[in-house]
Every structure is written in C-alpha cells, then in structure tokens.
C-alpha cells in the first residue's frame, strides 16, 4: 500500500531496486516476481476488467490493493475510471452499492444505512480536506457488542454489517493530502499515465481490429487459471492424505496411488502451460504489432486534456474519448494491407478528433491547438529537437547583448538582437550572429516585407534549416509573423485540414448526441444561440415539445420539473446562462448523472448555454457536446449585422429620413468600431468591453425618437446619451470615456448631415455614410468595405497592425507552454532541474546587497524643507524587501532541488517560471508592476537598484531622476511639489505642474549636472501611438515600424493656478504598457501615473482616437 500514490514508473522502479537489495542479501525469489504475480488472481483480475477496471499493469495493481488492503482506499480519479469500476463492481454485490457526496445534506444518513445493512458506499469527489464525521469509519472504530460489533457515528451508535466497504475518489489530478489523511487511508493514484493509456487503448483497437486475438488472449486467462486451481487442489489433497496417514506413508496405497495420478496431471497440465506459453507469446506479437496505433491515440489524449488550462470549459472525459475512438474505428476505410491500415486508422482517429474538438473551441484558440496537436504528433514520432521547441515557446532566457557582439544596425534593436544571439547558441544555427551581421542588409529584406514568413533566408540558410528551425527565425527575427509562419508550419507538417476547422453546424452536433448527452453552447460577447435552437427544432418538427427557462434566482425548481416533464414526452429542454446559477450547478450535476436512456424517450435533448465559467460542473462538460458560434468579428462583418436587422419601414417612420439615414449610418458604423477596437489591446481600448446588439438598438430607437420630436437635431444630446449612457454605461476608466465620447462625435456630427457624401470617417476616404434610398443599397455599399480595414478606419497608426499581430504570436506561444511538454530541453541536453538550477544560481551571484537603512536614516532625515529624503527612504525599504525575498527564496529554492530541504508549492512555482522565463509570483507581489520576462526584468530590478546605489552614495538628491526606476512614482511627484510649496509658502492644492520639453538634451544624465531652481528633471519615459519631433517641437506621426520612441527629458515645474493650453494634448502616463489598473484605498492607481501636456499643431481628438500614451517601462 506504500507504493498506492506512486505512477508506474515508479513502482517498477522501487521493484527492481527491492529485488536488487534481495539478491544482494541472497534471499531466494522468483525471476519475475511482481506484486501482481505475487498477490494477483489472474480469475479474479479477468472479473475486474469485466466490471471496467482499465486492462492496464497500474490500475491492476491498484485494484490488487484496494482487494487486500486493511484501510479504506482514497482514489486519485481525475479520469472517473476507478469511479465506473467500483459502481459496476458495487452493483453486483448482494446488498448493493450506494453513491454519495460530501455536499449533499444526507450523505451521514447515507453512511449510517450503508453501515447498517451491508451495502457498499462510494463518497465522491471529495476535496483536499476530509469530513471529521468520517474518521470513525477510517479508524474502523469498530466495538465488540455481543456476537457482533457496533461504530459510533456522530452521537448515534449503528450496528457494523461485515459486508460492509467503504471507497473514496477525488477528481483532482494532483491533490496534496496531509499526512494526518493519509495514515487514515490507502492512497491510490488512479491517474491515466501515457504508458498506462496506451495499454488501454491497444487493448481497444485490437479487440475491434481483431476481436479472435483477444478472445484467445481471455480463453488463456481462463484455462491458466483452471489449471492452476486444479494444481492447488491436488496440492491440498496430497498434504490432506499425508497429514491423516497413519503408520509407514509408503504401504499407504491411497496416497501412492493418489501422489502418482497427480504426477500425470501435473505433467499434463505443465505440458499445457508450455504450449499456453507460446501460444500467448504469439498473441502479444500481434497485439504490439497494433502499437503505433495506440501510442498515437495516448499522445492526443495528453493534448486534449492540457486544453483545460486555456479555458475552464474545454472539459474532455477518458471515456469520451475511447467511445469517439471507437467510432473512428468504425467509421475508417478498410484496407487489406497492414501498414496501410495503420496509417489509416492513425490519420481517420486524428482528423475526427480534430473535427470534434474544434466545434467547441473558440476562435482564438483554434490555431493554437492545431499547433499544439501538431507539435505533439511530431514529438511523439521525435521529430523535434527539445532546445529548438523550448526556444520558439519561450525565446532569450538571458541578455547576451550586453556582454555580446555590438548590434549591427539601428533596426535591428536590442530585443531583436537579443533574440539572434539566443538563436545561435542552438546546435542548428552555429555561428548565425556573425553571419547575420556580414549580411545586414540582406535580413533588412526580411524585416521591410509584408509576408515575412514566405520570405527565403539568406546565404545557404535556406537549405540548411527544418521548418521547425525556420520558425524558431521567423520568432526572432519578425514576432509579429509567426501566426501565419505557424499555420503554414501545421499545414506541412500533418495537413492542410488541421487549420481549415469546421464551421458551425448544429445539425451535426445534435446527430452525435444521445438522450443522456447534454448539448452545451459555450457563450462569448454578442452571441444568442438560442435562436439558433428554436429554429433547428422548428426544422425537425419539435417546437411544439421546446421549452427554454433562462436561470437566475429561483429558476432552480422550475428547471428540474422541465427536465424532469421533458424526460416523460420526449421533449427539447433549454438551459440559459448557467453561469448566472452557481449555486444550482451541483443540482445540474446530479440531474445529468442520474439521466438513464431506460427511463426516457429517445428524443429527450437536454441543451445548456453557459460563459466560460469555473462553477460549471466539470463531468457534465467532459460528457457533453460542446459548441461555440461567435458573432462575425471586423468592421464590415459587424456593420452587415446591424443592417440585416433594419428593413425599408424603418426609414418610413422618419420624418426626416436625409438626417435619419445617415446618423443611423454613423451610429452603425461606431458600433462597429468600438467593437472592433478590441482587437489592437491595450491602444484600442484600456478595459476590453463587451458591447451588445441591445446597446445599439437603443441609440436606434433614440434617434428616431427625437428626429421625430425636434425641429433642429439635437446632437448634443444623442452624444450624450450615446457615449455617456447606452455605451458609456459599461466603460469604467476615465480614458476611456474620453475615447468613446470622443469616436461617437466624429460619426454623430452636423458636417455628416450637411456635407453628405462629402464628410469622411477617416483619412483614407474609404468610410462615409452613403445617400442611399433602401437598405438593399446600403448592404451593397458596406460590401465594398475592405475585409481587414487597415488601423487608420479606427483613427489608430498603421504600426498597430504590427502590435495587434505581435501579440497574436505572443499569446501563441504562451498557450503552447501550458499545451506541449518541453520536456528537459535545456540547453545542451541539460535537464529541467538542471537549467532551473543554473537559472537560480545566476540570480543568486549578482543579487545586490540590500541597502543599510539605519544608514540611510542617518544620511537623508527626515526634513521640512526637502520631502526627497522621505522618498529615497521609502523607495529603498520597498527594494530591500524585494532583495530580502528573492535572496531567502532563491537559497531555500537550491536546497529544494538537491533534495535537502521539502520542495514547497511555492518553492516549486518559482523554479517552473524561472524555467519557463516568467516572473514568480513571490517576487511579483514584493516588485514593482512590470510586464518584463524574467531576464529583462532582473536587469531592470539590477538598474533600479544601482540608481538608488548612486543617490545614497551621493547622499542628497541627483539633479537628474530616471523615473523609470521608482517603485512608487505617484510619492516622488508629490515629494517635488511638497518641495516648492514649502520653499515658496504655497497652499499645495493649487499648485500643479507645467511641462518643459527639454528636447535640445540628448543625454540627460551627462548634460544635466545641476538640479533646477524650481521643479525636477526626469528621463526615461517611452510614447505609443506617436512621436515627439525633436525639430518640430511637438508631437508627429510614428515613422513605420516604430512601435515606441523615447520622449525627451522633460522638466516638471510646480505653478500657482495654472491654466492648461486647451490646445495641448493631456496625454496619459502609466508604468506600463497594459494601461489598465485598479484604483488603491490611497486613491492612486496601480498603473496610471499622471498627465503630461504635449504640445501639438493639430486637434487633439487626432491623438485621444490613436490611444497615444506615455510609459515608464515597456515588455522587454
């Protein structure tokens, strides 16, 4: 039973180990000796696998256990297996089998009864902590009460049947239990292993493929085991008659007789064994000869269920998979010749799997499970290198610029550079670095094309790389064309049909469901498939047996009487918004397990709608039919939309329909825009917002409302109620509420009343509402509107296509991490360990000292006149508990791994992200906000520290500040002015800052020696969107390409009731580049900083709509 957590790996390895140390101690034993030729029966085990018990050595081994163990077993069952096989074992038993959870309000009663009469009892999906009502039964508190035996249970005392067992399971796949539980119970690990798998779907294939095989294989069993109890049987009556023999045993005929008959049996049977021997070695030469099959079957198995990390709701049970499995079989085209018939069913198995899978994916996740499916393929076959995949899932885990080769040229840039010098190190690309900076200008060609993907390599390259190695370039060298590189990749590599998945078809969904299978639509944003229902029963004749209940508080009861009525008339029952219901979901759960095909109409249809949502019970996920029908995204699919919902009498019920049509046009078209918005991140919108159809239909029924009552159109007031209300309703940040208002006004406008025509959206010219008479005309002009508008039709700068498609190929290959095993693949062949070890010990060498405090006291007190000293103060206690944390986690981390110390949940959390080159959490919470990879993000902690090093050794405030390297600007602000309002006897609250660009300074930390008389010098501040001309003097348009530019040393200067320049533009400043954050108790934000005023020439509605911004830090 100490083996009962381990996988199989494990066991066999403790085996070999226990039958060395036998060996070694020369203690005699059977060549093979296992525990299951030791404990097993091979009958009893035949009877097991009748009753489900997976064909597999580890889940024998366990029933094995559970058979001859003492304690009640605790089951790791996140595959239910262990479930099933208790169940159908329990239901065979003479007194039954009861099912119970420990959330139900009568589980004790269950118990008590259980206990009393004999019955087994099945406690399911228990948690991390167990009930302490249990502990009797575990304990077996059991008292001796006349012939039989009494346990006391709560207060009650209950009469203990003998008959009497007790078994747990937990779907948790990797639960940590006290070892206060588990001295109480047998743990077994019950948790599918890819080798375990594979057993189990061999044995599916071939008793499908060859069904004579696998009966033979079973006669074996049997005969083995007749054979066997014959021998026994012999073998006792021997040693019966011997030990009842009387006298001299050899003038006992009936022993003589009875010793020599058994002799010709035994040898008999012994011939037997022989011959069953070879038979049954012949048998398994056939059986393997199916492997690749089922290997093939066990790797996507590993892939389907990682996709629960991307999202809750991409539940998929075991024994789904074996029965599509099964179907597969089926359903594949026969072929005499035996490879071929392999290769069949290996490519049928993935394509339909593909095929299912995808129909309840979202969008944005389809890509990256065909490259996840394809990646797994190709490691399971070892046609990837584990250095190459770890590269192009995680890029640089080090910054080899800094102590490397100059960079070549100006577009190249750190980052990228950075990237190529990585690159390099890999066995595949020797010497690349020096290459690509002989052959700069060749690259350039690279950087400048649209298609970068299709682009040859230069020099010899092109030949010499996989399609692996050439995606592992395209990272490096162009992020933002790796989602396309990616799709041409999985296309080559298994298929064009693994990135062409299915469209919506409801009809097909519903012909692979049963009765007892519920039908689920996963929501996203805009999407009512219940529409799409009622139709398809209209269709098949069953709208007269359709009910629809959309839950909410109190929908509970109502719901199951539907269920339960529906049942009974074979009818269609609809469960809206499941995720509105938390509470009811466990009621949910229940209704489905107990759904029995015997009991109801085959025409029954469960079908539920539900968010993505944790609460959403997991087995009726694993077991249902899965389905998403996303709203069609882009500014032409969105304004076809909202004009399939308009017909010709809409029009008739203006009585200004030259003022109606086109503002109609415009509120259309910014429906459109701010949905679409969403897609650019962070520079579209600070908060993504989930806009509706509904919203757009009241600002429809507005403006026909007052067209209608007003002479003059009051376009103030549907500004207003539009962006401020309707839409403006839903938007939380302030920026925001400025973007909208101000994206409505250029669409709800006199200029696109009067000018008609004239009046365009954008600078392109391509957008503007049309004079059209009916909505015919209008649809056909919205179909002129380009597929992929470029970023300028939402006022954004071209480069956004550019931001949009880098983290598109970012958010790629971050889910492929939680998708795909890298495996050891460190570099040169290190393990995991060994490259978090590394990790850790190069953080651990340049960690900085933590500053002296008492010393820092002492050399900046706290004075009236000078609020920095505060500042330098705080700023260094925030750093030193940063220091303090990584320097304690670090150290315990290396103990962890050599296995001096226990490696904590913690512990193991911060090797994975240095691993996987992310921030650890621990450090996250003690550091300041930042979006860095774990490498770029040292060196930065490493340059924050180093700037305080230089204030405390210089003792008083620089005259210059990197305000890039202050944990808490918001303080530092506040310190500068406090300054000037002490130093001039001024009330603060009328103080505010005035912005002097210093863009004659190049570089600020050499140039500027002295601080200024009044206010502070900064540095260090990045701008997205636009630019700052040095020459000009305000702000420009971004150059291609240019995603971020460094803005100028500014100098901050505290003034007495300043006016602001209306024609400045307030651009907002925040630490980084995700924008968004939450407002803390001291009233500042986690992210936004202040507004700086930015001179400019032209409206500032140009940059609001642009979503120009300024940063102190950016991702890399």
């Given at each position: 039973?100490?083996?009962?957590?381990?996988?199989?790996?494990i066991?066999?390895?403790?085996?070999?180990?226990?039958?060395?140390?036998?060996?070694?101690?020369g203690?005699?034993?059977?060549e093979d000796?296992?525990?299951?030729?030791?404990?097993?029966e091979p009958v009893?085990?035949q009877?097991?696998?009748?009753?489900?018990?997976p064909?597999?050595?580890?889940?024998?081994?366990?029933?094995i256990?559970?058979?001859?163990?003492?304690?009640?077993?605790?089951?790791i069952?996140?595959?239910?297996?262990?479930?099933?096989?208790?169940?159908?074992?329990?239901?065979?038993?003479?007194?039954?089998i009861?099912?119970?959870?420990l959330?139900?309000?009568?589980?004790?009663?269950?118990?008590?009864?259980?206990?009393?009469?004999?019955?087994?009892?099945?406690?399911?999906?228990?948690g991390?902590?167990?009930?302490?009502?249990?502990?009797?039964?575990?304990?077996?508190?059991?008292?001796?009460?006349?012939?039989?035996?009494?346990?006391?249970?709560g207060?009650?005392?209950?009469?203990?049947?003998?008959?009497?067992?007790?078994?747990?399971?937990?779907?948790?796949?990797?639960?940590?239990?006290?070892?206060?539980?588990?001295?109480k119970?047998?743990?077994?690990?019950?948790?599918?292993?890819?080798?375990?798998?594979?057993?189990?779907?061999?044995?599916?294939v071939?008793?499908?493929?060859?069904?004579?095989?696998?009966?033979?294989?079973?006669?074996?069993v049997?005969?083995n085991?007749?054979?066997?109890?014959?021998?026994?049987?012999?073998?006792?009556?021997?040693?019966?008659?011997?030990?009842?023999?009387?006298?001299?045993?050899?003038?006992d005929?009936?022993?003589?007789?009875?010793v020599?008959s058994?002799?010709?049996?035994?040898?008999?049977?012994?011939?037997?064994?022989?011959?069953?021997?070879?038979?049954?070695?012949n048998?398994?030469?056939?059986?393997?000869?199916?492997?690749?099959?089922a290997?093939?079957?066990?790797?996507?198995?590993?892939?389907?269920?990682?996709?629960?990390?991307?999202?809750?709701?991409?539940?998929?049970s075991?024994?789904?998979?074996?029965?599509?499995?099964?179907?597969?079989i089926?359903?594949?085209?026969?072929?005499?010749?035996?490879?071929?018939?392999?290769e069949?069913?290996?490519?049928?198995?993935?394509?339909?799997?593909?095929?299912?899978?995808?129909?309840?994916l979202?969008?944005?996740?389809?890509?990256?499970?065909?490259?996840?499916?394809?990646?797994?393929?190709?490691?399971?076959?070892?046609?990837i290198?584990?250095?190459?995949?770890r590269?192009?899932?995680?890029?640089?885990?080090?910054?080899?610029?800094?102590?490397?080769?100059?960079?070549?040229?100006?577009w190249?840039?750190k980052?990228?550079?950075?990237?190529?010098l990585?690159?390099?190190?890999?066995?595949?690309?020797?010497n690349?670095?020096?290459?690509?900076?002989?052959?700069?200008?060749?690259?350039?060609?690279?950087?400048?094309?649209?298609?970068?993907d299709?682009?040859?390599?230069?020099?010899?390259?092109?030949?010499?790389?996989?399609?692996?190695?050439?995606?592992?370039?395209?990272?490096?060298?162009?992020?933002?064309?790796?989602?396309?590189?990616?799709?041409?990749?999985?296309?080559?590599?298994?298929?064009?049909?693994?990135?062409?998945?299915?469209?919506?078809?409801?009809?097909?969904?519903?012909?692979?469901?049963?009765?007892?299978?519920?039908?689920?639509?996963?929501?996203?944003p805009?999407?009512?498939?219940?529409?799409?229902?009622i139709?398809?029963?209209?269709?098949?004749?069953?709208?007269?047996r359709?009910?629809?209940?959309?839950?909410?508080?109190?929908?509970?009861?109502k719901?199951?009487?539907?269920?339960?009525?529906?049942?009974?008339?074979?009818?269609?029952?609809?469960?809206?918004?499941?995720?509105?219901m938390?509470?009811?979901?466990?009621?949910?759960?229940?209704?489905?397990?107990?759904?029995?095909?015997?009991?109801?109409?085959?025409?029954?249809?469960l079908?539920?709608?539900?968010?993505?949502?944790?609460?959403?019970?997991?087995?009726?996920?694993?077991?249902?039919?899965?389905m998403?029908n996303?709203?069609?995204?882009?500014?032409?699919?969105?304004?076809?939309?909202?004009?399939?919902?308009?017909?010709?009498d809409?029009?008739?019920?203006?009585?200004?329909?030259?003022?109606?049509?086109?503002?109609?046009f415009?509120?259309?078209?910014?429906?459109?825009?701010?949905?679409d918005?969403r897609?650019?991140?962070p520079?579209?919108?600070?908060?993504?917002?989930?806009?509706?159809?509904e919203?757009?239909?009241?600002?429809?029924?507005?403006?026909?409302?007052?067209?209608?009552?007003?002479?003059?159109?009051?376009?103030?007031?549907?500004?207003?109620?539009?962006?401020k209300?309707n839409?403006?309703?839903?938007?939380?940040?302030?920026?925001?509420k400025?973007?909208i208002?101000?994206?409505?006004?250029?669409?709800?406008?006199?200029?696109?009343?009067?000018?008609?025509?004239?009046?365009?959206?954008s600078?392109?010219?391509?957008?503007?509402?049309p004079?059209?008479?009916?909505?015919?005309?209008?649809?056909?002009?919205?179909?002129?509107?380009?597929?992929?508008p470029?970023?300028e039709?939402?006022?954004?700068?071209?480069?956004?296509?550019?931001?949009?498609?880098?983290?598109?190929?970012?958010?790629?290959?971050?889910?492929?991490?939680?998708?795909?095993?890298?495996?050891t693949?460190?570099?040169?062949g290190?393990?995991?360990?060994?490259?978090?070890?590394e990790?850790?010990?190069?953080?651990?060498?340049?960690?900085?000292?933590?500053?002296?405090?008492?010393?820092?006291e002492?050399?900046f007190p706290?004075?009236?006149?000078?609020s920095?000293?505060?500042v330098?103060?705080?700023?260094?206690?925030r750093?030193?508990k940063?220091?303090?944390?990584?320097?304690?986690?670090?150290?315990?981390?290396?103990?962890a791994?050599?296995?001096?110390?226990?490696?904590?949940?913690?512990?193991?959390?911060?090797?994975n992200s240095?691993?996987?080159?992310?921030?650890?959490?621990?450090?996250?919470?003690?550091?300041?906000?930042?979006?860095?990879?774990?490498?770029?993000w040292?060196?930065?902690?490493?340059?924050?520290?180093?700037?305080?090093?230089?204030?405390?050794?210089?003792?008083?405030?620089?005259?210059?500040?990197?305000?890039?390297?202050i944990?808490?600007?918001?303080?530092?602000?506040?310190?500068?002015?406090?300054?000037?309002?002490?130093?001039?006897?001024?009330?603060?609250?009328?103080?505010?800052?005035?912005h002097?660009?210093?863009?004659?300074?190049?570089?600020?930390k050499?140039?500027?020696?002295?601080?200024?008389?009044?206010g502070?010098?900064?540095?260090?501040?990045?701008?997205?969107?636009?630019?700052?001309?040095?020459?000009?003097?305000?702000?420009?348009?971004?150059?291609?390409?240019?995603?971020?530019?460094?803005?100028?040393?500014?100098?901050?200067i505290?003034?007495?009731?300043?006016?602001?320049?209306?024609?400045?533009?307030?651009c907002?400043?925040?630490k980084?580049v995700?924008?968004?954050?939450?407002l803390?108790?001291?009233g500042h934000?986690?992210?936004?900083?202040l507004?700086?005023?930015?001179a400019?020439?032209?409206?500032?509605?140009?940059?609001?709509?642009?979503?120009?911004?300024?940063?102190?830090?950016?991702k890399?």
């Amino acid at each position: 039973s100490h083996s009962g957590p381990f996988t199989a790996e494990i066991r066999t390895e403790c085996e070999t180990m226990w039958m060395k140390d036998l060996d070694k101690e020369g203690i005699a034993h059977n060549e093979d000796c296992s525990m299951r030729s030791v404990l097993g029966e091979p009958v009893k085990i035949q009877q097991w696998v009748v009753y489900s018990l997976p064909n597999d050595a580890l889940s024998i081994e366990n029933a094995i256990i559970i058979d001859r163990s003492r304690r009640w077993p605790l089951m790791i069952d996140p595959q239910r297996q262990a479930n099933k096989y208790i169940k159908n074992m329990g239901k065979d038993t003479e007194t039954g089998i009861d099912v119970c959870k420990l959330s139900e309000k009568n589980f004790l009663r269950t118990l008590e009864l259980g206990i009393q009469f004999g019955k087994w009892i099945l406690l399911e999906n228990i948690g991390i902590n167990l009930d302490p009502a249990l502990e009797p039964i575990l304990l077996q508190q059991k008292i001796k009460d006349g012939s039989g035996y009494i346990i006391k249970l709560g207060d009650k005392s209950i009469t203990y049947s003998d008959t009497f067992k007790f078994f747990m399971t937990t779907t948790l796949p990797n639960p940590h239990y006290s070892p206060e539980t588990s001295v109480k119970v047998t743990l077994l690990n019950f948790a599918i292993t890819p080798q375990g798998l594979e057993d189990q779907m061999l044995g599916i294939v071939v008793a499908k493929e060859r069904p004579d095989l696998e009966e033979q294989k079973n006669e074996l069993v049997s005969q083995n085991a007749k054979m066997n109890k014959m021998l026994k049987e012999i073998e006792d009556d021997i040693l019966r008659l011997l030990a009842t023999s009387e006298g001299d045993v050899l003038e006992d005929d009936t022993l003589v007789n009875k010793v020599t008959s058994s002799k010709e049996v035994s040898d008999d049977i012994n011939q037997k064994k022989e011959v069953a021997k070879v038979t049954e070695a012949n048998i398994d030469t056939a059986r393997e000869s199916y492997r690749p099959v089922a290997y093939r079957t066990a790797v996507l198995f590993f892939c389907i269920v990682e996709l629960t990390n991307i999202d809750p709701m991409y539940q998929y049970s075991l024994q789904w998979f074996q029965k599509l499995f099964t179907i597969a079989i089926d359903q594949s085209p026969p072929s005499d010749v035996f490879e071929e018939r392999l290769e069949i069913l290996k490519d049928f198995f993935t394509e339909s799997l593909y095929q299912n899978i995808c129909r309840g994916l979202f969008e944005k996740h389809k890509t990256l499970f065909s490259f996840a499916l394809c990646a797994r393929i190709l490691k399971g076959d070892n046609k990837i290198d584990d250095a190459e995949l770890r590269f192009l899932l995680i890029g640089p885990t080090s910054d080899m610029v800094e102590s490397g080769p100059p960079i070549p040229a100006d577009w190249v840039g750190k980052p990228r550079w950075n990237e190529i010098l990585t690159l390099a190190t890999l066995p595949a690309f020797p010497n690349f670095d020096t290459f690509f900076a002989n052959n700069v200008s060749d690259f350039l060609r690279i950087y400048d094309s649209v298609e970068a993907d299709k682009e040859p390599l230069p020099g010899d390259w092109e030949a010499k790389v996989s399609p692996l190695q050439r995606l592992a370039f395209i990272r490096a060298m162009r992020m933002d064309c790796l989602t396309a590189a990616a799709i041409t990749f999985i296309s080559q590599q298994i298929g064009q049909k693994f990135v062409e998945p299915p469209t919506f078809d409801i009809a097909k969904s519903f012909a692979d469901s049963v009765n007892t299978t519920p039908l689920i639509f996963i929501l996203s944003p805009g999407t009512d498939p219940v529409a799409d229902v009622i139709k398809f029963a209209e269709k098949l004749g069953m709208l007269k047996r359709f009910e629809s209940i959309s839950l909410g508080q109190g929908q509970g009861p109502k719901a199951t009487k539907m269920i339960e009525n529906a049942q009974g008339t074979g009818g269609w029952c609809l469960l809206s918004n499941c995720h509105l219901m938390e509470s009811w979901m466990s009621s949910l759960e229940a209704l489905v397990e107990q759904l029995n095909p015997d009991n109801m109409s085959n025409n029954f249809r469960l079908w539920l709608t539900s968010m993505p949502a944790k609460s959403f019970p997991v087995q009726v996920l694993q077991n249902g039919i899965k389905m998403t029908n996303e709203p069609p995204s882009g500014l032409r699919a969105n304004m076809l939309r909202s004009y399939s919902i308009i017909n010709d009498d809409l029009f008739k019920e203006s009585e200004k329909p030259d003022a109606f049509k086109p503002l109609l046009f415009g509120f259309c078209f910014f429906h459109a825009v701010v949905q679409d918005r969403r897609k650019f991140g962070p520079i579209g919108w600070n908060i993504a917002y989930s806009f509706t159809p509904e919203d757009l239909q009241v600002c429809k029924e507005q403006l026909m409302l007052f067209i209608n009552q007003y002479d003059d159109v009051p376009y103030k007031v549907l500004n207003f109620l539009g962006a401020k209300i309707n839409y403006g309703g839903r938007v939380t940040d302030d920026k925001d509420k400025l973007l909208i208002s101000t994206i409505l006004k250029t669409y709800v406008c006199p200029e696109a009343v009067h000018d008609k025509e004239g009046y365009r959206y954008s600078s392109s010219g391509l957008y503007y509402a049309p004079e059209c008479e009916g909505v015919a005309e209008f649809v056909e002009f919205i179909r002129t509107f380009p597929l992929y508008p470029m970023p300028e039709a939402f006022g954004l700068h071209e480069n956004c296509n550019i931001t949009c498609a880098q983290d598109e190929g970012l958010r790629l290959v971050s889910g492929m991490q939680s998708m795909v095993e890298m495996g050891t693949g460190g570099e040169g062949g290190q393990s995991a360990d060994d490259v978090m070890d590394e990790t850790a010990a190069s953080i651990q060498d340049r960690l900085p000292k933590p500053f002296p405090l008492d010393v820092c006291e002492t050399k900046f007190p706290t004075l009236y006149e000078e609020s920095m000293n505060t500042v330098v103060k705080q700023e260094c206690l925030r750093y030193n508990k940063l220091l303090w944390c990584m320097a304690a986690t670090l150290k315990d981390f290396r103990k962890a791994i050599k296995g001096l110390i226990v490696m904590t949940g913690d512990l193991e959390s911060l090797g994975n992200s240095m691993f996987v080159n992310e921030q650890p959490e621990m450090w996250v919470k003690k550091g300041p906000l930042s979006l860095k990879p774990l490498s770029s993000w040292y060196l930065d902690i490493l340059a924050r520290v180093e700037f305080f090093q230089m204030w405390f050794d210089l003792g008083k405030a620089p005259p210059v500040f990197w305000i890039s390297g202050i944990f808490f600007p918001q303080a530092f602000f506040t310190g500068a002015m406090q300054n000037f309002a002490r130093k001039y006897n001024e009330e603060i609250d009328l103080l505010s800052f005035r912005h002097i660009m210093r863009d004659d300074i190049m570089e600020p930390k050499k140039e500027l020696t002295t601080p200024p008389d009044d206010g502070v010098y900064i540095f260090g501040i990045f701008m997205e969107g636009c630019r700052w001309g040095r020459e000009e003097h305000q702000l420009m348009d971004s150059r291609p390409k240019e995603l971020f530019t460094d803005l100028p040393s500014l100098q901050f200067i505290p003034v007495k009731n300043r006016e602001p320049n209306a024609l400045d533009y307030r651009c907002p400043c925040y630490k980084v580049v995700s924008r968004k954050g939450t407002l803390l108790t001291t009233g500042h934000s986690t992210n936004f900083v202040l507004y700086i005023e930015l001179a400019t020439d032209t409206i500032v509605d140009k940059w609001i709509k642009a979503g120009v911004a300024a940063f102190l830090a950016l991702k890399y």
